[in-house]
């Protein structure tokens, strides 16, 4: 955490937030990961600069659908104090939101948690799937899949109705439909670059009184993107994301409890390579790094 004379109000596995005054937060994402819940102690490189970057560019695309709480990735929009050289191109300014209870998940393709629930009941979220479909499935159509927020431990997966009542019928209509229309966006434009988008999180929160997007945005840490290329029914594509660290943990005798292993300078290398070439394929920008 850097001193940048504000006010620290939390860090995350990956974000330091700061009061940053008059009603503006400043969100740093750092090079930090984390895997199985445990943050590495090696850093990896532009991993926050891809972070920024990436969420910056979908705000920007997503306006005419939803406003955001981002306010600007400017160095010199800061106080004085924070206007660091170490966190330029890793940082939001952000309005201040009433954030939603409720984690967003949308799912255009059967993996992850939804597949092992798939195998067991036929269902997602407790809802009826057809049959026959396989692992990395496209499903018949993009479905709204929330979850609690939990302050320790793992989210739930909750039902529609579940999410409607802790923030009201009306609210989560707004937000189901929002979240499908924002990935379907998304999705169609990564599909142009050769990406799948096959599931994200998406955190909304009210800016007086208006639905707003927060937090980040279609980033490889909230999402699936695998290589079209190698998309096929029955597997587990390639992902654009901490895969590198997760198959050399995987590989290991460890407890996945602190304190992690130390990670290779080639899994470290080969992590940050995929999170670059996931903004530069999408983004169609060379990513702006110091």
């Not at 705000?59 to 050289?85: G, K, N, W, Y």
């Not at 997966?157 to 379907?184: K, T």
């Not at 490889?220 to 901490?242: A, H, L, Q, V, Y």
Request: proline share 9%; aromatic share 8%.
């Amino acid at each position: 955490m850097l001193d940048l004379g504000l006010p620290h109000l939390y860090s995350g596995k990956v974000r330091d937030i700061y009061d940053a005054g008059e009603g503006r937060l400043l969100m740093v994402a750092s090079d930090r990961i984390s895997a199985f819940d445990v943050v590495m102690e090696e850093p990896v490189p532009n991993k926050g600069a891809v972070l920024t970057a990436m969420s910056e560019f979908w705000f920007d695309m997503f306006a005419e659908l939803a406003p955001s709480h981002l306010i600007s990735t400017r160095l010199d929009s800061l106080p004085v104090s924070a206007q660091s050289p170490e966190i330029a191109g890793k940082f939001m300014l952000c309005q201040r939101a009433e954030m939603l209870p409720i984690e967003c998940i949308v799912r255009g393709y059967l993996s992850g948690s939804a597949w092992k629930e798939y195998q067991r009941s036929q269902t997602m979220h407790g809802e009826p799937l057809p049959d026959g479909l396989l692992e990395s499935s496209k499903l018949p159509s993009t479905v709204f899949t929330p979850s609690t927020k939990a302050e320790e431990g793992h989210d739930l997966n909750i039902s529609f109705a579940e999410a409607a009542e802790l923030i009201g019928d009306e609210l989560a209509l707004e937000v189901r439909d929002l979240a499908i229309a924002l990935y379907e966006r998304g999705a169609a434009h990564a599909a142009e670059k050769g990406i799948i988008i096959a599931d994200t999180k998406f955190e909304f929160g009210l800016i007086d009184g208006v639905l707003s997007l927060c937090d980040e945005v279609l980033t490889p840490d909230s999402s699936r993107f695998w290589p079209t290329e190698d998309w096929r029914p029955g597997s587990t594509p390639p992902s654009f994301d901490k895969q590198p660290v997760r198959d050399f943990l995987e590989a290991l005798d460890w407890d996945k409890q602190p304190p992690p292993p130390p990670l290779p300078p080639e899994v470290v290398s080969a992590t940050s390579s995929r999170y670059v070439e996931a903004y530069e394929r999408i983004c169609g920008r060379s990513l702006p790094v110091g």
